[in-house]
């Protein structure tokens, strides 16, 4: 449980013996395909982290649409601001395929920074860290080209794959290309045609909702 929570970015800042303490408060707990870790609007009252398996959060709009915003792999964190306070579900996080994570209840997290004032300093900081590195890829992607940009998310969602086990090549990603569309801002239609560019070209196969990328380096000659 350390060892995990060691690899979570918002922990990087964090003593061994904070990581510890953490620990020692968190629940695990499994979710079948499909199921919903919470929903948009619940009561903010636990952050998780991924052990095994995949998640996305997405949100729904009055027409009927859902927006995928974002996927979680091994090692990653969701529902962080429960830490601090209880506010909303901003999304729906649900599992993509068969995951185990561990949850850790705001209240005793909050109890843990009264008694340890250090690590929320050290929270603080690393959550600082995480918000000025979503800032710049924020800028780095208003230049970027449409297939920059979903070379880019492809290749995050790779390097989840390959962090859960998964070998270097021949990597299966279970993703629509609206999905793809939609965590890299572009239109359906412009991901759709780069990935044929990518399939032409021997990167990637795609089948229905899922693809495989053979060649994972060679996203990188897409993104300028």
């Known amino acids: 449980m350390v060892e995990l929570l060691g690899r979570v970015p918002a922990f990087s800042t964090l003593e061994p013996g904070d990581l510890q303490r953490i620990a020692e408060l968190a629940v695990p707990r499994r979710f079948e395909p ?5 929903r948009e609007g619940d009561a903010s009252d636990t952050c998780y982290v991924v052990r095994d398996g995949r998640v996305r959060a997405v949100r729904s709009h009055g027409d009927g649409r859902t927006i995928t915003l974002a996927t979680f792999g091994p090692g990653d964190i969701f529902g962080e601001l429960a830490m601090f306070e209880d ?19 705001g209240p005793d997290m909050r109890r843990l920074m009264r008694e340890f004032p250090e690590i929320a300093i050290r929270l603080v900081i690393a959550l600082g860290r995480r918000l000025r590195e979503t800032n710049e890829r924020l800028s780095r992607q208003s230049f ?4 920059s940009r979903v070379a880019v998310v ?10 859960a086990g998964n070998g270097d090549s021949d990597v299966l990603v279970t993703a629509t290309q609206a999905d793809l569309a939609q965590l890299a801002g572009s239109s359906r239609e412009s991901a759709s045609r780069f990935l044929a560019v990518l399939e032409r070209a021997g990167v990637i196969s795609q089948g229905r909702g899922r693809l495989v990328v053979h060649n994972p380096e060679a996203l990188e000659q897409y993104v300028f």
């Open 154 to 163: 492809l290749g995050e969602l790779v390097q989840q794959r390959i962090a």
């Open 87 to 105: 506010e909303r579900r901003s999304a729906t996080v649900e599992a993509i395929e068969r995951t185990s994570v561990v949850g850790v209840l």
């Open 144 to 147: 970027q080209t449409v297939q």
């Open 34 to 38: 499909g199921e919903a870790v919470f």
